[in-house]
Each structure stands twice: as C-alpha cells, then as structure tokens.
Nanobody
C-alpha cells in the first residue's frame, strides 16, 4: 500500500491550494479516505473525511465552508481543495486510509503567511 501526496507549499492569507493523494496497492473504492493535519506543537487532527463512494463528507468545524474533499475512484486519488486559507491552517497535511490497518501519506507542508 502506498499513498503519495502532492501539492502544498506557501500561500498568502486568503489564497488557495489543492492537495492530492494517489493511492496504490489496494482497492481504493472500498475505503473511506481522510485528510489530517499537524501544526507545530499540536496533535494531529482530522480535517476532512469522505466515504468510499464519495456520497458522504465530513469536515472539522475550523475548515467548513472553506475546504472541500473529493475523490476519483477511477484514478485512485483523493483531493483537498483549500480556499480562503488562514495562517492557522499552516501545518503538515497527511492523507490517511483507515481500516483494520491504517496507512498514511508522506505529509505535505502547507504554510499560510504574508
């Protein structure tokens, strides 16, 4: 199983970024997928989750209305569109596959700063 992330970087407050996570080694459409983030000195927290078919989504209160999680089961990808970014969104972002064994992407730095 591999989860390979792309995207991220430095953006000014109010800007947008898109993160992607490409999966391999398992039947992607059978698993819910999530994005987490971890800011310096803080615990890793759930940002967004999408069901295996993409019919159900949930978001942390802090990102509702600004972030959108989506997936393409044919391409084995899950994405996180982040709009209206704030300095407090600065963190390392991780994609995660749950199940009886969990797997994590390598992490991607997102920095929101002027």
């Amino acid at each position: 199983v591999q989860l390979v992330q792309s995207g991220g970087g430095l953006v000014q407050p109010g800007g947008s970024l898109r993160l992607s996570c490409t999966a391999s080694g398992f039947t992607f459409g059978l698993y819910a997928m999530s994005w987490y983030r971890q800011a310096p000195g803080k615990e890793r927290e759930l940002v967004a989750r999408i069901s295996n078919a993409g019919s159900s989504r949930e978001y942390a209160d802090s990102v509702k209305g600004r972030f959108t999680i989506s997936r393409d089961n044919a391409k084995y990808t899950v994405s996180l569109q982040m709009n209206s970014l704030k300095p407090e969104d600065t963190a390392v972002y991780y994609c995660r596959r749950g199940g009886h064994i969990e797997y994590w992407g390598q992490g991607t730095q997102v920095t929101v700063s002027s």
